[in-house]
């Protein structure tokens, strides 16, 4: 999935034949796949210098990114994992009232989710040991949007992620 510019207000919105152009945004949402398991990211990419709102808000998705990931451990639920996100985000005045992850692993394409669990507010599924979460805490606004993910695997002590990609806004000049 690849929307650029004003399509970056939205999730899952796939490519089109529009060129990329400088001053905008593209949202890349990519997965890797092995025996139908799959592994998904997310990175925001921006055509020139990006305007302080999409620079100032993809630190505070990277700054609540890692608190939730810090929450994760067998034992807590995934609207714990939800309060800690949501205790760095509002502290920075942004909302964001949807899911911010879902499981994954084995699936078909067009869809990588395993639809057992959500990473959202009244989601009280207790994580445990494997379970394998993509959490995308995907801020979309009006006419712009970003998107910085991580794929992990629940251990006894907390998150393996499954990529180490850094968690970044990227800047093309």
Not at 70 to 83: I, M, Q, S
Not at 108 to 121: I, K, Q
């Amino acid at each position: 999935m690849m929307p650029s510019g004003p399509g970056t207000s939205t999730p899952h919105l796939t490519w089109t034949s529009q060129p990329f152009n400088s001053g905008e945004a593209t949202i890349l949402e990519l997965a890797g796949c092995r025996n139908r398991y799959h592994c998904p990211m997310a990175r925001t990419l921006h055509l020139g210098p990006p305007p302080a709102k999409l620079a100032d808000t993809s630190k505070v998705v990277m700054e609540g990114l890692a608190a939730a990931l810090e929450t994760v451990r067998p034992g807590v639920t995934c609207e714990e994992v939800v309060d800690a996100w949501n205790a760095v985000i509002n502290r920075h005045g942004v909302v964001k009232d949807s899911r911010m992850g879902y499981s994954t692993g084995l699936n078909y394409p067009p869809d990588w989710g395993e639809h057992t669990l959500s990473l959202r507010a009244g989601d009280r599924t207790v994580l445990q040991p494997d379970m394998t979460i993509h959490m995308i805490p995907g801020i979309w606004m009006d006419d712009w949007g970003v998107e910085i993910s991580e794929c992990f695997r629940v251990t006894e002590a907390g998150v393996e992620s499954f990529c180490d990609f850094p968690r970044e806004l990227y800047v093309k000049t």
